[in-house]
């Protein structure tokens, strides 16, 4: 049958929806949590790399100080639930990484959000200065620290799983290659 003039267009948003929708009947393997909702904007590039890689993952608001009985659900309950890594993002004080790794042993990334007062230097100073004994390791503040959390995640996922450790070489290849094919005007 011939081709029409949409159909590529049409055959890659439903290759699209069709990766989507099996991502979704995966097996979560990260959580990707944040403080508040006005944190998506940001932890949205998150979610999306991670959607890049075809890793099944689940984002939710939950805030350590608003809602903290809820944060230590989710984080008590997260291993056994498959879970592989956590990302925590926040802004402010509130350090939500922190406290999700305190009731958990998965690795918990996280995420400084640029705030209003300090533009993100509180954000990343909770976040960072964790006493010893339970770590939170620490990405950049906003979006490129929610692009590399995810990044991250999918390297330890990657550990155990070969088809993630090669879709890793690709990217970092086609990272390169955009590189060198820069020609400035
Ligand atoms: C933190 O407080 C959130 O992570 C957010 O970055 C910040 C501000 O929250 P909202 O007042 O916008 O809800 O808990």
Redesign the pocket.
């Known amino acids: 049958m011939a081709r029409k003039k949409g159909d590529v267009k049409s055959d890659k948003k439903t290759t699209k929806r069709n990766q989507q929708s099996a991502i979704s009947n995966q097996q979560s393997l990260v959580g990707i949590i944040?403080?508040?909702?006005?944190?998506w904007d940001t932890m949205k590039n998150a979610s999306d790399t991670l959607t890049q890689f075809g890793v099944a993952h689940e984002c939710k608001v939950i805030?350590a100080?608003r809602s903290p009985s809820l944060a230590s659900e989710f984080a008590s309950t997260a291993e056994k639930k498959g879970f592989e890594v956590i990302i925590g993002?926040?802004?402010?004080a509130?350090h939500?990484a922190g406290v999700l790794a305190a009731h958990t042993t998965l690795p918990v990334l996280g995420v400084p959000?640029r705030?209003e007062a300090l533009n993100g230097l509180d954000s990343l100073l909770s976040t960072v200065q964790m006493p010893g004994g339970i770590p939170v390791a620490t990405l950049a503040i906003g979006k490129p620290g929610a692009v590399n959390a995810a990044l991250f995640a999918v390297a330890i996922l990657a550990n155990s799983r070969p088809e993630l450790r090669e879709k890793l070489h690709r990217f970092r290849e086609a990272q390169e290659a955009k590189i060198r094919a820069t020609v400035l005007t």
């Open positions: 944040m403080g508040s909702q006005s944190d805030s100080h993002a926040a802004g402010g509130a939500l959000m705030s």
